[in-house]
C-alpha cells in the first residue's frame, strides 16, 4: 500500500457493531468528534470518550479492525510522563505499551486496556478515562435542530460505575452505565482515574463496559466470553451463502472484506437476516439500500433477499400519510427507532418516500423466485406483489401519463425521491430545477422490470391470463420509454419528465441502470455503453453520477460527479446484460484498484476526480463506511463478467460468454446454495477460455451450460 493510501486510511474513523448498536470512534480508540460516539437504536449512549496517561495523550502507533470485523485494536505508547515522582525518576517516552482492544455485542461494548512496562525501571503515573454521555438523537448528532429536549436526569455513581438516564419527549426513559474493573481511585461524573504502578516487564489490565444496564463487575472472563460469542456469530453470519476466493491474493482480499462487511451490517430481526444500509448515518432498516444488496448476493446468498422481501412485505404500508408520504401498497423507505422519530420531529419512524422501492421490491421477488424455486414464499408475498404493483399503476402515476413518478407529501420529506435524494440531483440542461410530479428514467426500467417479474410469477403460479397482461403492460411502458426519454442528437437517454412532460435532457448514470433492467434496444443500449465507457463519465476509478460538462457538475458533490461503488456495478451489470465484456472486465480492474487504496473497503462513494498517474482516488468526506451496497458491490461485478445465472427450478447454472477479473486465473466458489445441496464449483482461464467444473461430491452432478 502506498503512503498516499497509508494516511488516507488513517484518517478514516473506526466502526464496529451488533445488531442496532454501533460505534465510531477514532484511530486511538476515542470519541472527542462531536459527530462520533456509540449509538444504540438510533440514540447515542456514549458521546465523549478520552484516555491520558497524567495528562497526556498517547502516541498512536497503529489502528486496524480485525478482519471479520470483531475486534478494534489500538496500539499505542507514551510520551514522557514526568508525575508521581522527582524529575529523575520520570517515565521515558516510548517505553510504556498501550493495547486498546474492544468489541461491540449484544448492545454492549466490551474494552479491555493492557499495558506492558518495557522499561527497567518502574513506572507510576495516572490513568484517566474521561467519558459523557448526551442522549441525543442520531438526527440531532447529524445537525437537526431541536426546540426541545427530554430531561436530563442526575446520575447514580456506584463504587465502579456510573449509571446516566434520561426521560425523553417521546415517553422512554433511556440508561446508558460505564463499568470498570478495577475499581478506580477516583470516580466522578465524567471522569474515572486509576493510580498505576508497573514493575519493570510488567503489565496490567483494565477493563470497561457500557450498556443499558450494569450486569456484574467487567472482567477478563466477560470479554473473553463475548469474544467469543461475537466471532462465532460473525461466522456464522459469512458462512450463511457461497464463499468466493480466487487465485490472487489482492483480488480474495477484496472478497473476504466485502464479505466481511456484509456480516457485520446485517442484523437478524424477526423475518430473518436483513442488511443495514450503512455506518454511521444509515445503521438502520432502509428499503432500496437492502433490495439492491440482496440482488447483488442473490446467486451467493438467496436467505439474504428472502429476509428482505419478508420484513417489507410486513411493513408495507396500508394507509396513507402525507407525513409519512405513505399511500397503500408502497414499500418502506426507512425506519429509525430514536426519540425524534417517535415523537413526530422528523417523519422517519417509518416513512416511505422512495418511489423506486416499490417496484424493486417485485423485481426482487421475481429474481428470487427464479433463484430458488421457492414458490411458498412467494405464495407468502403475493398479497404484498399485487398492493404494490396496484400503487405503482394507481396513485404511483399521479398525473396518469403512464410513468411511475414521485412528488413529497409534505415539506418535512425528501424532495428528490430516487436514489439520488439530494436536493439537486435532478434539474434540466439550462441548469433549473424542474417542478413535480417527476418521473426517473431508470425507475421507469424498475417498473418494467416489475412487470416482467409478475408475468413469470403469474406462470409459476398457473396463470397464463395475468402473465399476458403483465407482458403487454410491460412492452406498452418500453415502447413509452423509448419514445418520451431517447435523445436522438445525444445518443443517450434523458434524466427524468418533469410534471410538465418536459425531458431533463441530463447525461447520468441513471441511464446506466436503464440497462440493468433490460428496456433499451440493443442498438441505443450499445450507444450508451459507449458513452458510460468515455472519459465524460468513466473517472479511471470508476462510472461518475454526472458526464463531465454537465450543469451543476462537480466532482466533490454527493450525486453531481462522484463514483459510488454500487452505481458502477449496476450500470456494468446492464452492460454485461447486452453481452458487453470488455468494458465491464476494464471497469472492474480499475474498481479493484479503488478497493486496494481504500484498505479493500469501498466506501458509500468517493470523488469523481479524473485519475492521474501515481495518485489515489480521493476519499468523499463523510462517506459511510461501511456501507451495505458498497460492499455487495463486487459480487455483483463478479455475476457479471462471468455471465451467470441460477435456474432454482432445473439446478441449472448458466454462463454467458465468461470472463474474468485480470490476473485472476481462477475462481473458487464454496458452498453455493442449489437447492437442497450446496455445491462447490471452480473457475478457470484456459487457452483464452473460461471453463466451470463442479467440485468435491458433486462433481459431474450439477448441470452447467455455458454460451459463447
Given at each position: 500500500m502506498?503512503?498516499?493510501?497509508?494516511q488516507?486510511?488513517?484518517r478514516?474513523?473506526?466502526?464496529?457493531?451488533?445488531?442496532?448498536t454501533?460505534?465510531?470512534?477514532d484511530?486511538?480508540?476515542?470519541?472527542t468528534?462531536p459527530k462520533e460516539?456509540?449509538?444504540?437504536?438510533d440514540?447515542?449512549?456514549l458521546?465523549y470518550?478520552?484516555?491520558?496517561l497524567a495528562?497526556?495523550a498517547p502516541?498512536?502507533l497503529?489502528?486496524?479492525?480485525?478482519?471479520?470485523n470483531v475486534?478494534f485494536v489500538?496500539?499505542?505508547?507514551?510520551r514522557?510522563l514526568p508525575?508521581?515522582?522527582t524529575p529523575?525518576?520520570?517515565t521515558?517516552?516510548g517505553?510504556?505499551?498501550?493495547?486498546?482492544?474492544r468489541l461491540?455485542f449484544?448492545r454492549?461494548?466490551?474494552?479491555?486496556l493492557t499495558?506492558t512496562n518495557?522499561s527497567?525501571?518502574p513506572?507510576?503515573f495516572?490513568?484517566?478515562?474521561?467519558?459523557?454521555v448526551?442522549?441525543h438523537d442520531?438526527?440531532e448528532?447529524r445537525?437537526r435542530?431541536?426546540?426541545?429536549?427530554?430531561?436530563m436526569?442526575?446520575?447514580?455513581?456506584?463504587?465502579?460505575e456510573?449509571s446516566?438516564?434520561y426521560e425523553?419527549l417521546d415517553?422512554l426513559?433511556?440508561?446508558?452505565?460505564?463499568a470498570?474493573s478495577p475499581?478506580p481511585?477516583k470516580?466522578e461524573?465524567?471522569l474515572a482515574?486509576?493510580?498505576i504502578?508497573?514493575a519493570p516487564?510488567s503489565a496490567t489490565?483494565l477493563?470497561?463496559e457500557v450498556?443499558p444496564?450494569?450486569e456484574?463487575?467487567?472482567s477478563?472472563?466477560?470479554?473473553?466470553r463475548?469474544?467469543a460469542?461475537?466471532?462465532?456469530a460473525?461466522r456464522?453470519e459469512?458462512?450463511?451463502?457461497?464463499r468466493?476466493?480466487?487465485?490472487?491474493a489482492?483480488?480474495?482480499?477484496?472478497?473476504e472484506?466485502s464479505?466481511?462487511?456484509?456480516a457485520?451490517?446485517?442484523?437478524?430481526?424477526?423475518?430473518?437476516?436483513?442488511?443495514y444500509?450503512?455506518?454511521?448515518w444509515f445503521?438502520?432498516v432502509?428499503?432500496?439500500?437492502?433490495?439492491?444488496?440482496?440482488?447483488q448476493?442473490?446467486w451467493?446468498n438467496?436467505?439474504l433477499a428472502r429476509?428482505?422481501l419478508?420484513?417489507l412485505?410486513?411493513?408495507?404500508?396500508?394507509e396513507?400519510?402525507?407525513?409519512?408520504?405513505?399511500?397503500?401498497?408502497?414499500?418502506l423507505?426507512?425506519?429509525?427507532k430514536g426519540e425524534?422519530?417517535?415523537?413526530?420531529e422528523?417523519?422517519?419512524a417509518r416513512?416511505?418516500?422512495?418511489?423506486d422501492t416499490?417496484p424493486l421490491f417485485?423485481?426482487?421477488?421475481?429474481?428470487?423466485?427464479?433463484?430458488t424455486?421457492?414458490?411458498?414464499?412467494?405464495?407468502?408475498l403475493w398479497?404484498?406483489?399485487?398492493?404494490?404493483?396496484?400503487?405503482?399503476?394507481?396513485?404511483?402515476?399521479?398525473?396518469?401519463?403512464?410513468?411511475l413518478?414521485?412528488?413529497?407529501?409534505?415539506?418535512?420529506g425528501?424532495?428528490?425521491q430516487?436514489?439520488?435524494d439530494?436536493?439537486t440531483?435532478?434539474?434540466h440542461?439550462?441548469g433549473?430545477?424542474?417542478?413535480?410530479?417527476i418521473a426517473?428514467?431508470?425507475v421507469?426500467?424498475?417498473?418494467?422490470?416489475?412487470r416482467l417479474?409478475?408475468a413469470e410469477?403469474a406462470e409459476?403460479?398457473?396463470?397464463?391470463k395475468?402473465?399476458k397482461?403483465w407482458r403487454q403492460?410491460?412492452?406498452?411502458?418500453r415502447?413509452?420509454?423509448?419514445?418520451?426519454?431517447?435523445?436522438e442528437d445525444?445518443g443517450?437517454?434523458?434524466?427524468?419528465?418533469?410534471?410538465?412532460?418536459?425531458l431533463?435532457r441530463?447525461?447520468t448514470?441513471?441511464?446506466?441502470?436503464?440497462?440493468?433492467s433490460?428496456l433499451p434496444?440493443?442498438?441505443?443500449?450499445?450507444?450508451?455503453?459507449?458513452?458510460?465507457?468515455s472519459?465524460a463519465?468513466?473517472?479511471?476509478?470508476?462510472i461518475?453520477?454526472?458526464?463531465?460538462g454537465e450543469?451543476?457538475?462537480?466532482p466533490?458533490s454527493?450525486?453531481n460527479?462522484s463514483v459510488?461503488?454500487?452505481?458502477t456495478?449496476?450500470?456494468?451489470s446492464?452492460?454485461a446484460r447486452?453481452a458487453?465484456?470488455?468494458?465491464v472486465v476494464r471497469?472492474?480492474?480499475?474498481m479493484?484498484?479503488?478497493?486496494?487504496?481504500?484498505?479493500?473497503?469501498l466506501?458509500?462513494l468517493?470523488?469523481g476526480?479524473?485519475?492521474?498517474p501515481g495518485?489515489?482516488?480521493?476519499?468523499?468526506?463523510v462517506?459511510c463506511?461501511?456501507?451495505?451496497?458498497?460492499?455487495?458491490s463486487?459480487?455483483?461485478?463478479l455475476?457479471?463478467?462471468?455471465?451467470?445465472?441460477i435456474d432454482g427450478?432445473?439446478?441449472e447454472?448458466r454462463?454467458?460468454?465468461?470472463a474474468?477479473?485480470?490476473d485472476v486465473h481462477?475462481l473458487?466458489?464454496?458452498?453455493?446454495?442449489?437447492?437442497?445441496r450446496r455445491?462447490?464449483l471452480?473457475?478457470?482461464q484456459v487457452?483464452g477460455?473460461?471453463?466451470?467444473?463442479a467440485?468435491?461430491?458433486?462433481?459431474g452432478k450439477v448441470?452447467i451450460v455455458?454460451?459463447?
Open positions: 502506498s503512503e498516499v493510501t497509508a488516507v486510511q488513517i478514516m474513523p473506526f466502526a464496529l457493531k451488533h445488531g442496532d454501533f460505534l465510531v470512534a484511530t486511538t480508540g476515542d470519541i468528534n460516539g456509540m449509538f444504540d437504536n440514540t447515542r449512549v458521546s470518550l478520552k484516555l491520558t495528562g497526556h502516541e498512536p497503529s489502528a486496524s479492525v480485525s478482519r471479520d475486534y489500538a496500539h499505542m505508547t507514551n514522557r508525575l508521581l515522582g529523575e525518576q520520570a521515558p517516552e517505553v510504556l505499551h498501550l493495547a486498546r482492544r461491540i449484544e454492549r461494548l466490551y474494552e479491555c499495558l518495557f527497567v525501571s513506572a507510576q495516572p490513568l484517566q478515562i474521561e467519558f459523557g448526551d442522549f442520531l438526527f448528532v445537525g435542530h431541536r426546540r426541545q429536549r427530554g430531561q436526569l442526575p446520575p447514580r455513581i456506584g463504587a465502579q456510573i446516566f438516564r425523553g415517553g426513559e433511556r440508561r446508558s452505565v460505564i470498570f475499581i481511585d470516580l461524573a465524567g482515574e486509576f493510580r504502578a508497573l516487564y489490565a477493563y470497561l450498556g444496564q450494569i456484574e463487575a467487567p477478563q472472563e466477560r470479554f473473553r463475548a469474544a460469542a461475537a466471532r462465532k460473525m456464522r459469512i458462512r450463511r451463502g457461497a468466493v476466493a480466487s487465485s490472487t489482492l483480488f480474495t482480499a477484496w472478497l472484506k464479505a466481511a462487511d456484509l457485520l451490517l446485517t442484523t437478524e430481526l424477526e423475518t430473518g437476516p436483513y442488511p444500509a450503512g455506518i454511521p445503521s438502520t432502509f428499503g432500496r439500500d437492502a433490495i439492491i444488496t440482496a440482488l448476493t442473490l451467493l438467496p436467505e429476509g428482505v419478508r420484513f412485505a410486513r411493513n408495507q404500508a396500508r396513507h400519510s402525507a407525513f409519512q408520504d405513505a399511500a397503500p401498497g408502497k414499500i423507505h426507512e425506519m429509525r425524534m422519530p417517535a415523537h413526530g422528523v417523519p422517519f416513512y416511505y418516500g422512495g418511489v416499490t417485485v423485481l426482487l421477488a421475481g429474481a428470487y423466485a427464479r433463484r424455486a421457492d414458490l411458498s414464499t412467494i405464495e407468502e398479497p404484498a406483489l399485487l398492493a404494490a404493483m396496484q400503487w405503482i399503476e394507481g396513485e404511483g402515476d399521479s398525473n396518469k401519463d403512464g410513468f413518478d414521485y412528488a413529497r407529501g409534505a415539506e418535512t425528501l424532495k428528490n430516487g436514489w439520488k439530494s436536493q440531483s435532478v434539474f440542461a439550462d433549473s430545477f424542474p417542478n413535480g410530479p426517473l428514467v431508470e421507469q426500467g424498475y417498473v418494467y422490470a416489475a417479474a409478475m410469477l409459476r403460479r398457473g396463470d397464463q395475468a402473465a397482461l403492460k410491460a412492452e406498452a411502458l415502447a413509452a420509454v423509448e419514445a418520451c426519454f431517447w435523445m445525444i443517450f437517454y434523458g434524466l427524468a419528465l418533469d410534471g410538465h412532460g418536459e431533463c441530463v447525461r448514470s441513471n441511464a446506466g441502470q436503464l440497462l440493468w433490460g434496444s440493443p442498438e441505443r443500449a450499445n450507444r450508451v455503453i459507449r458513452m458510460l465507457a472519459p463519465f468513466n473517472s479511471g476509478w470508476g461518475r453520477t454526472l458526464a463531465t450543469p451543476h457538475y462537480n466533490m454527493y450525486h460527479g459510488w461503488p454500487h452505481d456495478a449496476l450500470c456494468l446492464g452492460m447486452y458487453e465484456r470488455s468494458e471497469i472492474l480492474s480499475q479493484h484498484e479503488a478497493a486496494v487504496h481504500f484498505g479493500f473497503r466506501p458509500e468517493f470523488c476526480f479524473q485519475r492521474a495518485e489515489s482516488p480521493i476519499p468523499y468526506p462517506a463506511m461501511p456501507q451495505a451496497w458498497a460492499a455487495g463486487v459480487f455483483m461485478l455475476q457479471a463478467v462471468l455471465g451467470l445465472s427450478a432445473t439446478k447454472i454462463l454467458e460468454r465468461p474474468l477479473p485480470p481462477e473458487r466458489l464454496r458452498g453455493l446454495p442449489l437447492g437442497e455445491v462447490d471452480r473457475f478457470q487457452g477460455r473460461v471453463v466451470c467444473m467440485e468435491g461430491q458433486h462433481r448441470r455455458l454460451e459463447e
